[in-house]
């Protein structure tokens, strides 16, 4: 698996996107389209943009990994998937 320097290509605020997911449990890698794709068992698999225009896009990212695995916590994820 690729680290998380190689996959941010150098976008800081990717970096420390992956960084974070890779702490929480979750594989990422890289689309053949560029996009970053996060996955976790039992967690539904999350897109987000590499290159992304949007400050925020990594603090969403991060939001929808953190909500993803309050549900899969909560049971509810074994439902979902």
Same mark, same amino acid.
């Given at each position: 698996?690729?680290?998380?320097?190689?996959? #941010?290509?150098?976008?800081?605020?990717?970096? *420390?996107?992956?960084?974070? !997911?890779?702490?929480?449990?979750?594989?990422?890698? /890289?689309?053949?389209?560029?996009?970053?794709?996060?996955?976790?068992?039992?967690? #539904?698999?999350?897109?987000?943009?590499?290159? *992304?225009?949007?400050?925020? !896009?990594?603090?969403?990212?991060?939001?929808?990994? /953190?909500?993803?695995?309050?549900?899969?916590?909560?049971?509810?994820?074994?439902?979902?998937?």
């Amino acid at each position: 698996m690729a680290n998380a320097h190689e996959l #941010a290509r150098g976008h800081k605020r990717l970096r *420390a996107l992956i960084e974070f !997911a890779i702490g929480e449990g979750w594989h990422v890698k /890289r689309t053949s389209g560029g996009h970053l794709k996060f996955t976790k068992n039992g967690c #539904a698999p999350i897109y987000t943009s590499s290159t *992304a225009s949007d400050h925020r !896009a990594s603090l969403n990212a991060r939001a929808q990994i /953190r909500r993803a695995d309050r549900v899969y916590q909560s049971g509810l994820g074994a439902n979902h998937g």
